[in-house]
């Protein structure tokens, strides 16, 4: 006869899930700081719906719960926000730039190909009842702003980079 471990009084789940996206955040801001080296490159999962994830509008209404970006060759003021618990970089989708402003606690998945790394979450939504701030589309790019790159990353399904089992 087996006994059922009475439930735990302290959150391990959430702490560990802390510990693993903190290995995300790391990753960003090494990236933020020193580039990515070599041929490694970041696929970032997060809600759209989360408060607090800050997307252009024609982005949240195509991705209204969840979206994947690829930080490669193409994207620009990648920055970490410890303090405020975020990161923000700017892409660009079909040509136009866009910057998005991605809480910590909205991250779904963080894989890193090259490296044969990832790592899956659960989004804390503690802050549920506060509404997400309005999506503000971007200003087009004044001649201070770096170029928007040539080539638009894409949103991909992390499927294509799951191993399939017989």
Do not use: C, N
Request: glycine share 6%; no cysteine.
């Amino acid at each position: 006869m087996t006994q059922t471990p009475p439930p735990s009084l302290l959150p391990y789940d959430q702490w560990a899930g802390r510990a693993l996206r903190a290995v995300a955040v790391d990753a960003l801001e090494h990236a933020s700081r020193e580039g990515l080296p070599g041929e490694h490159h970041f696929y970032l999962s997060f809600r759209t719906d989360h408060p607090g994830t800050v997307v252009p509008g024609h982005l949240k209404a195509r991705y209204p719960k969840e979206m994947t970006i690829v930080l490669q060759h193409r994207f620009w003021d990648l920055a970490v926000d410890r303090q405020g618990q975020r990161f923000s970089v700017g892409l660009s989708f079909s040509g136009v730039p866009a910057m998005l402003s991605v809480p910590f606690g909205a991250m779904t998945a963080f894989q890193d190909p090259h490296a044969q790394f990832g790592l899956r979450f659960e989004p804390e939504m503690e802050d549920a009842a506060e509404p997400p701030p309005a999506a503000e589309e971007p200003p087009a790019a004044s001649p201070a702003e770096p170029a928007a790159p040539p080539a638009a990353p894409q949103v991909v399904s992390l499927d294509a980079f799951r191993r399939k089992r017989d």
